[in-house]
């Protein structure tokens, strides 16, 4: 499984993996705010996954 992150159109990227999560916007910060907090979802996901913890 692929996945890509990126913002604005997505661009090439999109393209190449198999679920490409594009953030709207051509502003770099809100871009990178919304994967900073996609990153944290994912770590709480896989903490509760593998450890049990909520």
Known sequence: M???WTGGTGG???GLVE???VV???VVA???ETH?????VLC???DEA???KE
């Not at 900073?36 to 944290?40: E, F, P, R, S």
Request: overall charge positive.
């Open 2 to 4: 692929t996945v890509g």
């Open 12 to 14: 090439k990227l999109v």
């Open 19 to 21: 679920h490409p999560f």
């Open 24 to 26: 709207p916007s051509t």
């Open 30 to 32: 809100r871009i990178q």
């Open 36 to 40: 900073i907090t996609l990153g944290h």
């Open 44 to 46: 709480e996901l896989v």
């Open 50 to 52: 593998l450890l049990g």
